[in-house]
């Protein structure tokens, strides 16, 4: 069983940064697929950023040039860095694990993936 545990979410003015984590724990793929997801008030959850199982990375168009996904594998955990934020990401943001490994922008699709984090809220005003 993977646990996900998901930080570094905060309250922050427009053109602030954050850097979201994600630790994971249990027995998990080396070559799973990790992605964040968020999900505003009345939205459903949609793809922000993820990395695949050849460690190639996906964006949604919203986010990119802002953020930047990576994972150190030796800890365990997945990054997101947000730069430039503006009001309409703020949501709650969740990462997520696969069971098997996917290639590309499927990896986005909240379908794949058998494992999530409880999440971490991002506030921009």
């Known amino acids: 069983h993977v646990q996900l545990v998901e930080s570094g979410g905060a309250s922050v003015e427009r053109g602030g940064s954050l850097r979201l984590s994600c630790s994971a724990s249990?027995?998990?793929?080396?070559?799973?697929?990790m992605g964040w997801f968020r999900q505003a008030p009345g939205k459903e959850r949609e793809g922000v950023a993820c990395?695949?199982?050849?460690?190639?990375?996906t964006y949604t168009d919203s986010v990119k040039g802002r953020f930047t996904v990576s994972k150190d594998n030796a800890k365990n955990t997945l990054y997101l860095q947000m730069n430039s934020l503006k009001p309409e990401d703020t949501a709650m943001y969740y990462c997520?694990?696969?069971?098997?490994?996917?290639?590309?922008?499927?990896?986005?699709?909240?379908?794949?993936?058998?494992?999530w984090g409880q999440g971490t809220q991002v506030t921009v005003s």
């Open positions: 997520a694990a696969t069971s098997w490994p996917y290639y590309g922008s499927i990896c986005t699709d909240t379908r794949v993936y058998g494992y």
């Open positions: 990395i695949d199982s050849q460690s190639a990375t």
């Open positions: 249990g027995y998990m793929k080396t070559n799973a697929c």
